[in-house]
């Protein structure tokens, strides 16, 4: 056996064979001899032969093809255990599944399979029912679930699942139908608002005069109507996120929404009430719109084209 280096017979008991000895091991490996020198490997993802430096390891090394793709990409997720993943939306939230071990009974053993996304969706599902459905508070929902943290973090819980969270006001209208409030708080305070008993006997919350006005023309025709009960989504197009709306007032009679605004309110959300009417419409929604008593046409503005929601 030759030694690659000086070129010697020798025996082969050093090392792999390759040298003599460790000095002309030390000045190989110093040489472009060594740098140049090849072997064939198999790729350990595509299994494809290939030439490769000398020092490689045969495992580990990769062909130029499955070099130009991210490492990553020929790994299993980690808590899904799929390659590729097909549910990034929920392992990407992995921080979260401790939390839902620990307070929501999330089943642990799921972690590294594809049970994750059912059993994922099961948790998400009871925190809808009874955040949506059910309608608890934040409060209910910390001492139903046993959750000792703030308020405030719960609700990073609920926003985190894709469930989106009330606003103020739906808040406070809440707590109201609870009973939590006796008056339910108006943040424009600076209008005119209370209560109004129509003359079917309902007990329903106006917040304007203009609003109160119009309520007395439906009550004088004996009109059947429902303030703040539907809660349509739309696709608010300056923010470019889907939104929820809740309309003024439903005829459940002649299937028509009505929105009751200030010119002020009106021109300062234009486009908003825009995208809302056209979702109103594409929900098969018969509309009305009164500006200060005024009703007007709104239309889309020119090459507007409201998404499918």
Known sequence: MKCEFCKNEHDGSYASGRFCNESCKNQFSKSKLDQKAKKIVSCPKCHKPFEANIHCGSNTSRCPDCMKVPYSKFLACKWCGQLPCLRPDICKKHQLFTTLISNFGMNESVIGTIDLYREYERIRTIIYEDYIDNKLSLSDLTKKHKYDDKHQNFSKIINSLGIEVRTPSERISLAFSNG??????????????????????????????????????LDSQKIDYEVETLKI???????????????DIYIPST????????????????????DKFNAYKQHGYNTKLIVEKIEILLEPGEGFEPPEI
């Open 180 to 217: 939590k409030l006796s008056v339910p708080i108006n943040c424009y305070s600076f209008y005119k608002h209370g209560w109004y008993t129509t003359w079917n006997n309902k007990k329903v919350y106006f917040r304007s005069s203009y609003e109160e006005d119009y309520y007395k023309i």
């Open 255 to 274: 299937n028509t929404i009505i929105e009751i605004k200030s010119q002020y309110t009106f021109e300062t959300d234009k486009q908003r009430m825009i």
């Open 233 to 247: 989504q739309y696709w608010d197009s300056e923010q470019n996120r889907l939104r929820t709306a809740i309309p």
